[in-house]
């Protein structure tokens, strides 16, 4: 596809549970970026990668929390042990480049923690 | 630290005109520019590096005022299609991967 795809769209899960998120850039994006979105507000940087390196993963909010792109291209995220405050919408987004080039978001996972 | 979008939310008629500012209490690189409508992705609308230049896109366009460190959205002869949440997301560094912190949104509803 041409855009930044994501999946699944929806996630319900029960406390505790683990859940794992996948993103599959646009080909040939360097650079790939989660983020949290909490409702009626802006996305919330998670973590970064440039090729397979996770260069930044200040925006990560615990240990439970996992992220990686092990082969450059197709990235997981996961969650372990849920907490009801990880319900949100998880966008990925990818750019071509490194630096400043405009970022493509997929549509993103909306997780539900009950 | 988090750039302070005002107004929070806004109204218009068709074909009336908005601005959107977004300002951070850092000094910035780069300012991003995306409109997000409900349950959908952001879309890129356009980036602003410092340096002060306007940039336009269609009807919108936008300024970056290095000196204030806030950047401002312009939107003229507003159309239906441009309801939705407008973001600014800001950039500090340039070797900051391109890293973005967004602002908590304006919404913006656009009436025939």
């Known amino acids: 596809g041409a855009g930044v795809s994501q999946s699944p769209r929806y996630k319900v899960a029960k406390r505790g549970q683990d859940v794992a998120l996948r993103c599959d850039p646009i080909?040939?994006?360097?650079?790939l970026f989660w983020y949290q979105q909490a409702l009626g507000q802006g996305p919330e940087f998670l973590t970064y990668f440039q090729n397979e390196a996770q260069l930044d993963k200040s925006g990560l909010p615990s240990d439970r929390f996992f992220a990686e792109r092990p082969e450059g291209s197709v990235s997981t995220l996961k969650i372990q042990r849920t907490q009801q405050e990880d319900s949100a919408v998880y966008l990925c987004?990818?750019?071509?480049?490194?630096?400043?080039?405009?970022?493509?978001f997929g549509d993103g996972t909306r997780l539900s923690i009950l | 630290q988090q750039p302070v979008q005002s107004p929070q939310a806004v109204i218009l008629r068709e074909g009336e005109d908005a601005v959107i500012n977004c300002s951070s209490s850092k000094a910035l690189y780069s300012v991003h520019w995306y409109r997000q409508k409900h349950g959908e992705a952001p879309v890129f609308l356009m980036i602003?590096?410092?340096?002060?230049e306007q940039k336009g896109h269609e009807k919108i366009s936008a300024s970056f005022n290095e000196k204030k460190q806030q950047s401002s959205l312009y939107l003229t002869a507003s159309q239906l299609s441009y309801s939705g949440t407008y973001f600014c997301g800001t950039e500090r560094a340039l070797r900051g991967g391109g890293k973005l912190i967004f602002g908590q949104g304006t919404e913006l509803s656009v009436k025939p």
């Open positions: 987004a990818s750019s071509l480049g490194t630096g400043t080039q405009p970022q493509h």
């Open positions: 080909s040939g994006h360097v650079s």
């Open positions: 602003l590096l410092k340096g002060g």
